[in-house]
């Protein structure tokens, strides 16, 4: 059961996860300042001084609070983001930012990302304070603005402008691992040992622009955009192995039953069989299929503004994803090229630098990993933890350029046809409160005897 919330705002991570929501750290514009300002209240009132507020400028405030440990490891990192994507557009069944808890659930923005997981941190920590014990290590939690926004006022000016910070740190715990997923009647708990990382470009094309009322030019812009965007939405881009994604589909297949797991080991093995596998659910089968390749996705389309006008020149903004290793934009930008023409021009928005690549390219099973397996089986005996490749990126690239080997591992255990991680990003995001649980008492396991 959960703690008493009466002795501290930080036992029960359910109320505490109800007033992260109600404050609005939508990103853009970003603002996580009150956030922030919240959480350092709660540790002040709770006696805790050890940390640090800074950031680029008060509105994109970071909090990196260390937990004393009792030096039986190296310190530990756990790294959560306070900032939440937009809603705009979306249709929601209860209002995003009031935190409402609905038969068993916790409603709102940033339920799972990544509120819900910073709770569940939180919580961990101080039920092991609570109880008077401390972690096997120091433990350094950072609250890090702009994740959702290319991280340059968070993780990225930690790195670069505090890296005094993180000293000692090897591993490191984030998001997008641990909620279960269930396949062919078989649960997995994903282990995220390697990630994709964004090379976001825009596309621009240009061409004879002209009256409204008047037949436009051959080659205009808006009559080439259809074509740039057919070609790019959905494409499979060529494949390419890596040591990560074949150990993923290696363990899938050793666990799924029958044609399934033939499917998924022709697909890790046999290059000319390279269609999704059949039998899951379009999702998963889109998710594997992501892992073993680049992928673009036009996402912002900006064209004219006065509709007698017909545009000389519109834009098109590409989430690219890149393949974890030595893949560069470059290689993105090349297999694009046939496909939009020699005539756009292309350039790069954001790219996540390609530092210290072994750490989120070449994935480490040694005595950290399996301590994260260890736990998930002994809590969940019917499920099996997957290592699995994230065709996202977190702040855990960026960390790595501190030699921190981080992993996306958070464990929520979901009730069977869940579909709670499909809402990343979408209406109805919620948590339930029962996976709350069980996340943040798997989290003191880990504190409490991480390798």
Not at 91 to 99: D, K, L
Not at 248 to 265: D, I, N
Request: charged fraction near 25%; glycine fraction near 10%; charge should be negative.
């Amino acid at each position: 059961m959960p703690a008493d919330p009466a002795v501290s705002p930080f036992l029960d991570p359910v109320p505490l996860l109800r007033d992260l929501i109600r404050i609005d750290t939508t990103n853009p514009p970003g603002d996580e300042s009150a956030l922030i300002a919240h959480l350092e209240r709660l540790l002040v009132d709770a006696g805790v001084s050890e940390y640090k507020v800074v950031g680029p400028s008060p509105e994109r405030a970071n909090l990196v609070v260390r937990f004393p440990g009792r030096g039986e490891a190296p310190p530990l990192l756990l790294h959560a983001h306070a900032d939440v994507v937009p809603v705009t557009g979306q249709r929601w069944t209860h209002p995003p930012f009031e935190g409402r808890l609905v038969d068993g659930e916790v409603w709102g923005r940033g339920a799972i990302d990544m509120k819900g997981g910073l709770a569940m941190m939180l919580a961990a920590l101080f039920r092991l304070r609570e109880r008077g014990e401390r972690p096997a290590g120091d433990v350094i939690l950072a609250v890090v603005a702009d994740e959702e926004n290319g991280s340059t006022a968070g993780a990225t000016y930690l790195v670069e402008n505090h890296p005094e910070l993180f000293d000692g740190v090897r591993y490191g715990i984030g998001e997008e691992g641990g909620a279960g997923i269930e396949l062919a009647g078989v649960r997995f708990h994903p282990v995220v040992v390697a990630e994709k990382r964004p090379g976001w470009l825009r596309l621009t094309l240009r061409g004879p622009g002209g009256h409204g009322s008047r037949l436009a030019a051959p080659g205009n812009p808006v009559a080439r955009l259809g074509g740039v965007l057919t070609a790019l939405s959905g494409v499979r881009l060529p494949r390419h192995r890596t040591p990560a994604a074949d150990r993923m589909l290696a363990s899938l297949a050793g666990a799924l039953p029958g044609p399934l797991a033939a499917s998924v080991e022709r697909l890790r093995t046999d290059d000319a069989d390279d269609a999704p596998p059949t039998g899951l659910p379009l999702d998963e089968a889109l998710q594997l299929d992501s892992v073993l390749r680049h992928t673009v996705n036009p996402t912002v389309v900006r064209a004219g503004r006065k509709i007698n006008v017909i545009p000389a020149e519109i834009t098109v903004d590409v989430d690219g994803r890149i393949l974890p290793g030595a893949f560069e934009v470059a290689d993105l930008i090349a297999e694009i090229r046939p496909l939009i023409g020699e005539d756009v021009a292309v350039e790069l928005l954001h790219e996540d630098p390609r530092v210290r690549p072994e750490l989120i390219a070449e994935p480490e099973f040694g005595a950290f990993y399996d301590r994260l397996e260890s736990i998930l089986r002994t809590a969940d005996p019917e499920a099996v933890p997957l290592p699995m490749v994230s065709p996202a990126s977190t702040d855990a690239g960026i960390f790595a350029r501190l030699g921190i080997r981080c992993y996306g591992w958070l464990p929520l255990r979901l009730p069977a046809g869940s579909d709670h991680r499909r809402l990343l990003h979408c209406a109805d995001e919620r948590v339930p409160v029962d996976a709350l649980e069980f996340g943040t008492e798997r989290l003191i396991e880990l504190l409490r005897s991480h390798p």
